[in-house]
């Protein structure tokens, strides 16, 4: 009896997918749970893998098409055989023979439009003599190279040379994904519908860069290689801040203030799809070495592309490090409908005065942005001032001074 294989069951806050990637063509042989396509949302990418083994009989939606949740998919023909290569491979020249466009996903088949090239003088290294955006692009670097030797006039004819740059001006348009989009549409809205403003302060790290030095190394043996990092200093000094001033914790729902009795801290990290947050679940009563293992797992889950729904969704504060990146100074823009965001950045040698004296110190820039509906300048200095002072005096988070 066929099987149907539908879409992930989305959350209310995603109304619908894009089907990103098929891994397997209609004919293929597939196994029990190996991948079998990728449904990107404004958040994640949900992997839809095979519940038995068998024959990949039909794909209902195509790359690049918009579904809904639990849609229908594709459909499997549980302990059937594949037909063998030859086979498969005659039959699909034969079924690409009407229309060469067949051979391409919605995608390539859009670069082909625009560039406005003929699909059977391209060849295909993809699965079935499918053409690739790798392909198109080949093709049209060929093209590219080939124009200038076709188009060079003889030696006697030539005229005066203009001074012009050489090579070709080449352009590439791509749609934005699915997260990009939703990426741009959020911080759109943050610096529309908030009333944003950030403040600055700058704090000493050489007490914290000392501790680290001194027990970096018996900290990774005795947490199973977790290293010891700056993260789960200024996630924890985070946590102390928002009990002591509620209002960074909370947000704005209509015309209510809800007022978080946890600390959710969302950590910003950087994936080749863009920026997103993941959130640390009671980041309050995490140790320094859970938060230190948690930041790295969903680094790791962000790379690979494993990240869920429920590892995105909620947040009452997030912390976004630039710094990794090199940046010295930044605004960041609010995560709605959050209320405050911390910036940390790269640490510099500067001089500074310590008792008196000048005295060169590793400093970095703090940067709170807050929503100023919410969170007066008084409180939001405040709050700053209590992280770089915990900072600075790493004991006090240790002993929840």
């Known amino acids: ?34 991948l079998l396509v990728e449904i990107e949302t404004d958040k994640v990418v949900m992997e839809v893998v095979a519940p038995e083994s068998g024959v990949l009989t039909k794909i209902a939606a195509q790359e690049g098409e918009t579904i809904l949740s639990e849609a229908l998919l594709a459909i ?13 491979s005659e039959s699909a020249a034969v079924s690409a023979a009407p229309d060469a466009d067949v051979t391409a996903g919605p995608a390539v088949r859009l670069m082909l439009e625009e560039h406005k090239l003929d699909a059977a003088q391209i060849t295909g290294t993809g699965k079935g003599g499918r053409i690739t955006k790798e392909d ?26 203009p001074n012009l740059p050489s090579g070709d001006r080449i352009e590439k348009r791509v749609p934005m994904t699915r997260m990009r989009a939703r990426i741009a549409e959020r911080l759109l809205d943050a610096s ?38 700056f993260m789960g200093f200024f996630v924890k000094a985070c946590c102390e801040a928002l009990k002591r001033f509620p209002e960074v914790n909370a947000s704005i729902d209509g015309n209510d203030v809800v007022y978080h009795g946890y600390q959710d801290i969302g950590v910003a990290v950087s994936t080749n799809d863009g920026l997103v947050v993941p959130v640390l679940r009671d980041a309050d009563f995490m140790s320094i070495a859970d938060v230190e293992a948690a930041i790295r797992n969903l680094g790791l889950k962000a790379r690979d592309k494993k990240l869920t729904i429920d590892d995105m969704t909620g947040g009452t504060f997030t912390v976004s490090n630039g710094g990794v990146f090199g940046s010295l100074l930044s605004t960041p823009i609010l995560n709605p409908p959050q209320s ?62």
Do not use: C
């Open 1 to 34: 009896m066929a099987i149907e294989i539908k879409a992930p069951a989305f959350p209310e806050s995603v109304a619908d997918g894009e089907v990103a990637t098929w891994h397997k063509q209609e004919g293929d042989s597939v196994q029990r749970d190996e």
């Open 76 to 88: 499997i023909e549980p302990g059937a055989v594949a037909a063998s290569p030859a086979a498969a």
């Open 136 to 161: 198109v692009l080949a093709h049209l670097a060929d093209n590219a190279s080939a124009k200038p030797a076709a188009a060079a006039p003889t030696p006697a004819a030539a005229p005066e040379a």
């Open 192 to 229: 529309q519908q908030t009333a944003m403003l950030t403040t600055f302060n700058e704090v000493n790290m050489a007490p914290l860069m000392k501790l680290r030095s001194q027990y970096k190394d018996q900290f990774e043996k005795a947490h199973n290689g977790t290293r010891l990092g």
């Open 340 to 401: 405050g965001i911390l910036g940390m950045h790269s640490i510099q040698d500067r001089p500074v005065a310590v008792d008196g004296q000048v005295v060169i110190q590793p400093m970095m820039y703090l940067a709170l942005s807050y929503d100023h509906r919410l969170i007066d300048g008084k409180t939001a200095v405040q709050f700053l001032v209590t992280v770089k002072g915990l900072i600075e005096d790493p004991a006090r988070i240790l002993l929840q001074l």
